[in-house]
């Protein structure tokens, strides 16, 4: 089975591609989008990993499952289109950013991020309209954590940034020996006060990137 991804990704992961889960999970997206609304659009679905191309990965966002509003989700965890209104988490991210490096960003669409090798992963790739975590548990979980796991054994000085517990449980597929984990509260609105904010996730990334010879991400 054809999959078009990045010609990097396409070879770590073409063994997850022929396994019989695979075909069953592209069988269930084929269904869904075909039965209703679902995000991001399917040229969409594979677009973290379009942009940030496996050599070039320094910092991996760890998301959950797509926006389910339309119009919102966009292939890159967290990202929107410019024009939409910016969701609560993407709120407190830009909060937080500001009162870490002091940039105001305005752009809601990362992708200027993901083009400078932050990977905006979420663990699930779609979701139906209006229904969040409805593509869990198809298959997309072997997938995102096989890139995980690709990325901690073949690559070293990796920033990881987990926010929230279902993030967080992802560390045990990072060797914290060749990597730096941060971990925080999830920004959500419901959990962003209990530590999120005050993490200062975006210059503990730069500053370990530049002290492994790298250069810092531009987050404005």
């Not at 396409?10 to 269904?31: C, D, G, I, M």
């Not at 075909?34 to 991996?60: H, M, N, Y």
């Not at 305005?106 to 991020?113: A, E, M, P, V």
């Not at 925080?184 to 002290?211: C, I, M, T, V, W």
């Amino acid at each position: 089975m054809e999959v078009r991804i990045e010609a990097s990704w396409k070879q770590r992961l073409h063994a997850e591609f022929e396994q019989p889960w695979w075909t069953s999970l592209v069988a269930f997206v084929k269904e869904e989008y075909a039965a209703g609304p679902c995000f991001p659009p399917g040229k969409a679905i594979f677009r973290a990993f379009d942009l940030a191309p496996f050599e070039q990965v320094k910092v991996v966002i760890l998301g959950q499952d797509p926006y389910h509003t339309p119009g919102a989700a966009m292939g890159l965890c967290f990202s929107i289109p410019d024009g939409t209104r910016a969701q609560p988490s993407l709120q407190n991210i830009f909060k937080e950013l500001k009162s870490d490096v002091g940039v105001a960003r305005t752009s809601t669409d990362l992708s200027d991020w993901a083009e400078q090798g932050v990977f905006l992963l979420n663990s699930v790739l779609t979701v139906r309209s209006g229904a969040a975590g409805s593509h869990a548990g198809k298959g997309w979980e072997k997938l995102t954590d096989s890139a995980i796991r690709h990325l901690s054994q073949e690559r070293e000085g990796v920033v990881f940034i987990l926010w929230g517990a279902y993030a967080i449980a992802k560390r045990a597929l990072i060797d914290e020996g060749k990597h730096l984990v941060l971990t925080a509260p999830h920004p959500s609105p419901l959990s962003a006060h209990r530590g999120f904010f005050g993490s200062k996730p975006f210059s503990q990334a730069n500053a370990y990137l530049q002290e492994n010879g790298k250069q810092p991400i531009n987050w404005g």
